[in-house]
C-alpha cells in the first residue's frame, strides 16, 4: 500500500473521529434536550441515547483499530498473529453495531411514535451492518490463511539457505 494511500485513508479515520466526538458533545445533549421534549417519543429516551452513543463508541473502535492496522501495513507487520487482534475487534464492533440496530428498532416498535416501515428499515440495516460483520470476518480468515503461508515460507526459505 502507497504512502499516500495510508495517509489519505488516515486524514479521513482523523476526520471521522472529530466528528464523533463532535456528535457524542454536541449533538447527543441535543438529541437528549429535543427527546424530553416530545411527548410521543419520551417514555423510549434513555434507551435511544443509550443506543446513539453505544452507535458512535462502535464506529470509534473500528477507527481506531483500522489505525493501528495501517501502522501496521506502513511497518509491514500486518501478516503476523497481531493482527487477527485488532480484526478480531472490528468485527465485533461491527457485530455490536448490528445489534444496536435491531436494539433501536425493538425499541421504537411499540406505540405509534414512528412508522411500522421505519422498523422494518432499521431491521433491514441491522441485517446489512451483520452482512458487513460476516465479509470481515471472510477478510480475516483469508487474512489467517495469509499469515499461514507467510510462516510456512519462512520456514522453506530458512531450509533452503540451510541447503546452500
Do not use: N, Y
Not at 475487534?89 to 436494539?103: H, M, Y
Not at 406505540?111 to 480475516?140: D, H, K, S, T
Amino acid at each position: 500500500m502507497s504512502v499516500m494511500t495510508i495517509r489519505a485513508l488516515r486524514i479521513v479515520l482523523g476526520l471521522a473521529m472529530v466528528a464523533s466526538v463532535l456528535v457524542q458533545v454536541v449533538a447527543v445533549p441535543g438529541l437528549s434536550r429535543d427527546l424530553g421534549t416530545d411527548s410521543d417519543v419520551a417514555d423510549v429516551r434513555v434507551p435511544l441515547i443509550v443506543i446513539v452513543v453505544l452507535g458512535v463508541l462502535m464506529a470509534q473502535v473500528c477507527a481506531v483499530c483500522i489505525w493501528r492496522l495501517l501502522s501496521m501495513v506502513r511497518r509491514g507487520t500486518v501478516f503476523t498473529s497481531a493482527a487477527l487482534r485488532w480484526v478480531d475487534v472490528i468485527v465485533g464492533a461491527i457485530a455490536g453495531a448490528a445489534l444496536l440496530c435491531f436494539a433501536l428498532g425493538a425499541v421504537l416498535a411499540p406505540g405509534e411514535a414512528v412508522a411500522p416501515g421505519v422498523v422494518l428499515l432499521l431491521g433491514f440495516l441491522g441485517l446489512l451492518v451483520a452482512g458487513v460483520a460476516l465479509v470481515v470476518w471472510v477478510q480475516r480468515t483469508l487474512l489467517a490463511q495469509a499469515i499461514a503461508r507467510d510462516a510456512e515460507a519462512r520456514v522453506l526459505q530458512a531450509e533452503l539457505d540451510e541447503v546452500v
